[in-house]
Protein backbone atom coordinates (compact mmCIF):
# COMPACT_ATOMS: atom_id res chain seq x y z
CA UNK A 1 0.00 0.00 0.00
CA UNK A 2 2.50 2.00 0.69
CA UNK A 3 3.41 1.74 -3.35
CA UNK A 4 0.28 3.13 -3.94
CA UNK A 5 0.16 5.82 -1.85
CA UNK A 6 3.46 7.86 -3.67
CA UNK A 7 3.32 6.12 -7.01
CA UNK A 8 -0.54 7.31 -8.13
CA UNK A 9 0.85 11.02 -7.87
CA UNK A 10 3.82 10.76 -9.57
CA UNK A 11 1.56 8.87 -12.39
CA UNK A 12 -1.09 11.51 -12.38
CA UNK A 13 1.65 14.55 -12.54
CA UNK A 14 3.63 13.06 -15.64
CA UNK A 15 0.08 12.84 -17.38
CA UNK A 16 -0.90 16.26 -16.64
CA UNK A 17 2.54 17.73 -17.88
CA UNK A 18 2.50 15.62 -20.94
CA UNK A 19 -0.92 16.77 -21.75
CA UNK A 20 0.46 20.51 -23.42
CA UNK A 21 2.21 20.93 -26.66
CA UNK A 22 2.01 24.01 -28.90
CA UNK A 23 0.88 22.73 -32.69
CA UNK A 24 -1.22 24.64 -35.17
CA UNK A 25 -4.61 21.95 -35.89
CA UNK A 26 -4.80 22.10 -39.75
CA UNK A 27 -8.94 21.84 -40.57
CA UNK A 28 -10.43 20.74 -43.46
CA UNK A 29 -13.55 22.65 -42.55
CA UNK A 30 -15.67 24.92 -44.66
CA UNK A 31 -18.31 27.29 -42.52
CA UNK A 32 -21.98 26.35 -42.67
CA UNK A 33 -24.87 28.26 -41.92
CA UNK A 34 -26.22 28.04 -38.18
CA UNK A 35 -29.87 28.28 -37.26
CA UNK A 36 -30.99 28.73 -34.11
CA UNK A 37 -35.02 29.49 -33.01
CA UNK A 38 -37.29 28.84 -29.90
CA UNK A 39 -40.80 28.34 -31.60
CA UNK A 40 -43.35 29.02 -28.58
CA UNK A 41 -47.44 28.44 -29.51
CA UNK A 42 -49.51 31.66 -30.45
CA UNK A 43 -45.95 33.87 -30.89
CA UNK A 44 -44.72 34.78 -34.13
CA UNK A 45 -41.31 32.93 -35.34
CA UNK A 46 -38.01 34.19 -35.26
CA UNK A 47 -35.16 32.64 -36.94
CA UNK A 48 -31.48 33.55 -36.41
CA UNK A 49 -29.21 32.99 -38.99
CA UNK A 50 -25.26 32.63 -38.52
CA UNK A 51 -22.42 31.15 -39.36
CA UNK A 52 -19.39 28.84 -37.84
CA UNK A 53 -16.33 29.76 -37.83
CA UNK A 54 -12.57 28.73 -37.18
CA UNK A 55 -11.10 29.07 -33.85
CA UNK A 56 -8.71 31.61 -35.00
CA UNK A 57 -11.00 33.89 -36.93
CA UNK A 58 -10.89 36.92 -35.17
CA UNK A 59 -13.55 38.87 -37.72
CA UNK A 60 -15.89 36.25 -38.05
CA UNK A 61 -16.19 35.37 -34.07
CA UNK A 62 -16.77 39.70 -34.15
CA UNK A 63 -19.64 39.52 -36.70
CA UNK A 64 -20.94 35.91 -37.73
CA UNK A 65 -23.85 37.44 -39.65
CA UNK A 66 -24.98 36.37 -43.38
CA UNK A 67 -26.51 39.20 -45.42
CA UNK A 68 -27.38 37.34 -48.46
CA UNK A 69 -29.55 34.37 -46.22
CA UNK A 70 -33.30 33.63 -47.10
CA UNK A 71 -35.23 32.42 -44.58
CA UNK A 72 -38.54 29.73 -45.53
CA UNK A 73 -40.99 28.57 -42.92
CA UNK A 74 -43.26 26.11 -43.71
CA UNK A 75 -46.20 24.59 -41.05
CA UNK A 76 -47.91 21.52 -42.22
CA UNK A 77 -46.29 21.49 -45.36
CA UNK A 78 -47.53 25.13 -46.38
CA UNK A 79 -44.94 28.08 -46.71
CA UNK A 80 -46.18 30.52 -44.43
CA UNK A 81 -45.40 34.39 -43.91
CA UNK A 82 -43.74 36.87 -41.06
CA UNK A 83 -47.38 37.22 -39.58
CA UNK A 84 -47.47 33.16 -38.74
CA UNK A 85 -48.64 32.19 -35.57
CA UNK A 86 -47.61 28.39 -34.90
CA UNK A 87 -50.09 26.29 -32.89
CA UNK A 88 -50.08 23.27 -30.87
CA UNK A 89 -49.22 20.48 -33.17
CA UNK A 90 -47.62 22.19 -36.29
CA UNK A 91 -44.99 20.54 -38.39
CA UNK A 92 -42.40 23.36 -38.73
CA UNK A 93 -39.69 23.22 -40.98
CA UNK A 94 -36.91 26.10 -41.60
CA UNK A 95 -34.69 26.67 -44.81
CA UNK A 96 -31.81 28.94 -44.89
CA UNK A 97 -30.09 29.52 -48.06
CA UNK A 98 -26.97 31.21 -48.81
CA UNK A 99 -25.12 31.70 -52.18
CA UNK A 100 -21.90 31.92 -49.31
CA UNK A 101 -22.49 29.36 -47.05
CA UNK A 102 -25.06 26.98 -48.04
CA UNK A 103 -28.42 25.36 -46.97
CA UNK A 104 -29.49 24.71 -43.88
CA UNK A 105 -32.59 22.54 -42.85
CA UNK A 106 -34.47 21.78 -39.08
CA UNK A 107 -37.84 20.27 -38.23
CA UNK A 108 -39.81 20.18 -35.10
CA UNK A 109 -43.03 19.66 -33.98
CA UNK A 110 -44.59 22.22 -31.65
CA UNK A 111 -45.66 20.06 -28.53
CA UNK A 112 -49.39 20.24 -26.67
CA UNK A 113 -48.98 21.94 -23.36
CA UNK A 114 -49.70 19.68 -20.36
CA UNK A 115 -52.93 21.02 -18.10
CA UNK A 116 -51.89 21.97 -14.32
CA UNK A 117 -53.60 20.51 -11.97
CA UNK A 118 -54.03 20.98 -8.56
CA UNK A 119 -52.03 23.87 -6.75
CA UNK A 120 -50.93 23.83 -3.36
CA UNK A 121 -49.20 26.92 -1.75
CA UNK A 122 -47.82 27.34 1.90
CA UNK A 123 -46.13 30.78 2.53
CA UNK A 124 -44.04 30.51 5.74
CA UNK A 125 -42.72 33.59 7.30
CA UNK A 126 -39.01 33.47 8.93
CA UNK A 127 -38.81 37.08 10.15
CA UNK A 128 -40.75 40.14 9.95
CA UNK A 129 -40.22 43.87 11.20
CA UNK A 130 -43.53 46.10 10.95
CA UNK A 131 -42.63 49.70 12.07
CA UNK A 132 -45.42 52.04 14.05
CA UNK A 133 -47.55 54.18 11.95
CA UNK A 134 -46.98 57.15 15.01
CA UNK A 135 -43.54 56.77 15.20
CA UNK A 136 -42.56 56.61 11.53
CA UNK A 137 -45.41 58.92 9.98
CA UNK A 138 -45.94 55.75 7.41
CA UNK A 139 -49.45 54.28 7.40
CA UNK A 140 -48.03 51.26 5.84
CA UNK A 141 -44.33 50.29 6.84
CA UNK A 142 -42.87 46.78 6.48
CA UNK A 143 -39.96 44.44 6.17
CA UNK A 144 -40.80 40.65 5.53
CA UNK A 145 -39.04 37.70 4.60
CA UNK A 146 -40.60 34.46 4.03
CA UNK A 147 -40.22 30.87 2.36
CA UNK A 148 -42.72 29.65 -0.04
CA UNK A 149 -43.76 26.29 0.00
CA UNK A 150 -45.57 24.94 -3.50
CA UNK A 151 -47.04 22.07 -4.56
CA UNK A 152 -47.88 21.83 -8.36
CA UNK A 153 -49.49 18.60 -10.22
CA UNK A 154 -48.48 18.20 -13.46
CA UNK A 155 -51.08 16.18 -15.52
CA UNK A 156 -48.70 14.30 -17.98
CA UNK A 157 -51.19 13.26 -21.02
CA UNK A 158 -50.65 9.08 -22.38
CA UNK A 159 -49.45 8.15 -25.53
CA UNK A 160 -46.16 10.33 -26.27
CA UNK A 161 -43.22 10.95 -24.54
CA UNK A 162 -42.93 14.34 -23.39
CA UNK A 163 -40.26 16.98 -21.97
CA UNK A 164 -41.02 19.93 -19.59
CA UNK A 165 -39.67 22.85 -18.15
CA UNK A 166 -40.43 24.20 -15.18
CA UNK A 167 -40.37 28.31 -14.69
CA UNK A 168 -41.67 31.03 -12.21
CA UNK A 169 -42.41 35.14 -13.01
CA UNK A 170 -42.24 36.88 -9.73
CA UNK A 171 -44.61 40.41 -10.35
CA UNK A 172 -45.00 43.39 -7.80
CA UNK A 173 -46.25 46.88 -8.05
CA UNK A 174 -43.40 49.41 -7.16
CA UNK A 175 -43.80 52.33 -4.53
CA UNK A 176 -42.17 55.05 -6.86
CA UNK A 177 -39.98 55.43 -10.36
CA UNK A 178 -36.87 54.90 -7.92
CA UNK A 179 -37.87 52.33 -5.82
CA UNK A 180 -37.12 48.86 -6.02
CA UNK A 181 -40.10 46.29 -6.42
CA UNK A 182 -41.93 45.44 -3.27
CA UNK A 183 -41.75 41.32 -3.58
CA UNK A 184 -38.49 39.94 -4.47
CA UNK A 185 -37.75 36.13 -4.90
CA UNK A 186 -35.50 33.97 -3.02
CA UNK A 187 -33.62 30.97 -4.33
CA UNK A 188 -35.58 27.91 -5.58
CA UNK A 189 -34.20 24.46 -3.48
CA UNK A 190 -33.44 22.45 -6.25
CA UNK A 191 -32.73 19.50 -4.05
CA UNK A 192 -36.22 19.57 -2.81
CA UNK A 193 -37.49 18.39 -5.99
CA UNK A 194 -35.35 15.16 -7.36
CA UNK A 195 -37.12 14.71 -10.60
CA UNK A 196 -34.78 17.90 -11.52
CA UNK A 197 -31.38 15.86 -11.17
CA UNK A 198 -32.83 12.60 -13.42
CA UNK A 199 -30.43 13.39 -15.81
CA UNK A 200 -27.63 12.89 -13.76
CA UNK A 201 -25.66 9.50 -13.56
CA UNK A 202 -24.47 7.73 -10.68
CA UNK A 203 -21.01 8.74 -10.97
CA UNK A 204 -21.59 12.25 -11.43
CA UNK A 205 -23.49 12.11 -8.29
CA UNK A 206 -20.86 9.86 -6.76
CA UNK A 207 -18.15 12.87 -7.44
CA UNK A 208 -20.22 15.76 -6.48
CA UNK A 209 -21.74 17.21 -9.69
CA UNK A 210 -25.05 17.14 -8.24
CA UNK A 211 -24.20 20.28 -6.30
CA UNK A 212 -25.36 23.82 -6.34
CA UNK A 213 -27.99 22.30 -9.45
CA UNK A 214 -29.72 24.94 -11.37
CA UNK A 215 -31.67 22.81 -13.89
CA UNK A 216 -35.22 23.05 -14.33
CA UNK A 217 -36.11 20.62 -17.62
CA UNK A 218 -37.43 16.99 -17.07
CA UNK A 219 -39.45 13.87 -18.78
CA UNK A 220 -42.11 11.63 -17.92
CA UNK A 221 -40.47 8.89 -18.10
CA UNK A 222 -41.18 8.00 -14.24
CA UNK A 223 -44.78 9.14 -14.45
CA UNK A 224 -45.77 8.63 -18.22
CA UNK A 225 -49.76 9.23 -19.10
CA UNK A 226 -50.04 9.95 -14.87
CA UNK A 227 -49.31 12.98 -12.47
CA UNK A 228 -46.77 13.76 -11.25
CA UNK A 229 -46.91 16.66 -8.25
CA UNK A 230 -43.56 19.09 -8.01
CA UNK A 231 -42.45 20.03 -4.73
CA UNK A 232 -41.09 23.70 -5.06
CA UNK A 233 -39.90 25.29 -2.26
CA UNK A 234 -38.73 29.30 -2.79
CA UNK A 235 -36.49 30.03 0.35
CA UNK A 236 -35.80 33.63 1.48
CA UNK A 237 -37.91 35.76 -0.57
CA UNK A 238 -38.74 39.19 0.62
CA UNK A 239 -41.64 41.83 0.53
CA UNK A 240 -40.84 45.26 1.27
CA UNK A 241 -43.51 48.29 1.89
CA UNK A 242 -42.68 52.04 3.02
CA UNK A 243 -45.79 54.27 2.17
CA UNK A 244 -46.96 57.09 3.93
CA UNK A 245 -50.66 56.65 3.12
CA UNK A 246 -52.55 52.94 3.18
CA UNK A 247 -52.78 51.52 -0.72
CA UNK A 248 -54.12 48.28 -1.11
CA UNK A 249 -52.56 48.05 -4.44
CA UNK A 250 -49.36 47.87 -3.16
CA UNK A 251 -49.98 44.42 -2.04
CA UNK A 252 -50.66 43.21 -5.29
CA UNK A 253 -48.12 40.57 -5.32
CA UNK A 254 -47.61 37.01 -6.61
CA UNK A 255 -46.06 34.46 -8.52
CA UNK A 256 -46.54 33.10 -11.98
CA UNK A 257 -45.81 29.31 -12.65
CA UNK A 258 -45.13 28.24 -15.57
CA UNK A 259 -45.18 24.66 -17.23
CA UNK A 260 -43.74 24.60 -20.75
CA UNK A 261 -44.08 21.31 -22.70
CA UNK A 262 -40.83 21.07 -24.63
CA UNK A 263 -39.29 19.71 -27.65
CA UNK A 264 -36.53 16.89 -27.39
CA UNK A 265 -34.72 19.06 -28.90
CA UNK A 266 -35.08 21.93 -26.45
CA UNK A 267 -34.39 19.00 -23.95
CA UNK A 268 -31.68 17.38 -25.67
CA UNK A 269 -30.10 20.98 -25.65
CA UNK A 270 -30.37 21.87 -22.34
CA UNK A 271 -29.13 18.35 -20.97
CA UNK A 272 -25.99 19.04 -23.14
CA UNK A 273 -25.58 22.66 -22.05
CA UNK A 274 -25.32 21.49 -18.38
CA UNK A 275 -23.08 18.41 -19.49
CA UNK A 276 -20.27 20.71 -20.55
CA UNK A 277 -20.53 23.08 -18.37
CA UNK A 278 -21.45 21.46 -14.89
CA UNK A 279 -21.23 17.42 -15.92
CA UNK A 280 -17.98 15.41 -15.00
CA UNK A 281 -17.00 14.72 -18.88
CA UNK A 282 -16.76 18.83 -18.92
CA UNK A 283 -14.45 18.69 -15.79
CA UNK A 284 -12.38 16.52 -16.99
CA UNK A 285 -12.28 18.14 -20.39
CA UNK A 286 -11.31 21.20 -18.91
CA UNK A 287 -7.80 19.70 -17.61
CA UNK A 288 -7.23 17.66 -20.48
CA UNK A 289 -8.09 13.99 -19.19
CA UNK A 290 -11.29 13.52 -21.82
CA UNK A 291 -12.59 14.93 -24.81
CA UNK A 292 -15.29 17.21 -25.18
CA UNK A 293 -18.59 16.62 -25.66
CA UNK A 294 -19.89 17.24 -29.14
CA UNK A 295 -22.38 20.25 -28.88
CA UNK A 296 -26.16 19.05 -30.13
CA UNK A 297 -27.67 20.46 -32.81
CA UNK A 298 -30.79 19.38 -34.96
CA UNK A 299 -30.10 21.37 -37.52
CA UNK A 300 -28.81 19.14 -41.00
CA UNK A 301 -25.38 20.95 -40.76
CA UNK A 302 -24.87 20.07 -36.91
CA UNK A 303 -24.89 23.89 -36.26
CA UNK A 304 -27.91 25.14 -34.20
CA UNK A 305 -30.68 24.00 -32.41
CA UNK A 306 -34.48 24.63 -33.51
CA UNK A 307 -36.50 23.74 -30.59
CA UNK A 308 -40.49 24.37 -29.83
CA UNK A 309 -42.51 24.89 -26.31
CA UNK A 310 -46.02 25.51 -25.24
CA UNK A 311 -46.92 26.69 -21.79
CA UNK A 312 -49.51 26.17 -19.01
CA UNK A 313 -49.66 28.90 -16.68
CA UNK A 314 -50.72 29.18 -12.89
CA UNK A 315 -50.79 32.22 -10.88
CA UNK A 316 -50.31 32.51 -7.02
CA UNK A 317 -52.14 35.43 -5.67
CA UNK A 318 -49.61 36.45 -2.70
CA UNK A 319 -52.43 39.51 -1.73
CA UNK A 320 -54.38 38.17 1.64
CA UNK A 321 -50.92 36.17 2.59
CA UNK A 322 -49.71 39.78 2.96
CA UNK A 323 -52.11 41.66 4.38
CA UNK A 324 -52.60 39.28 6.95
CA UNK A 325 -48.71 39.43 8.18
CA UNK A 326 -48.56 43.11 8.01
CA UNK A 327 -51.69 44.27 10.11
CA UNK A 328 -52.53 41.29 12.30
CA UNK A 329 -48.73 40.88 13.47
Request: hydrophobic content about 40%; aromatic content about 12%.
Amino acid sequence: MAILKYFIPIIAATLLTSCYEDFVPEIDAKPVLCLNSLITAGQPIEVEVTHTWMFDDKEAQRDHSVKDATVTISANGEIVGADYLPAEGDEIRIVAESATYGVATAEVVVPYASPIGEVKVTPVVTDIWVGDADEFHYNMLADIRFNLNIEMEVKDPAGADNYYRFDSIWFSRSAGDDADPLLSRGSLEYDAEPIFKEHIGVFETVMGNDEDLCFEFFTDRQFSGRSYTLHLIFSDNAFRVASEEYDDSLLDCGVVLYLSTVSQSYYNWAVYKWTAAEGIIGDLSDIGMAESKWGYSNVSTGAGVVAAQSSASYTVDLKEFLSQTIFQN
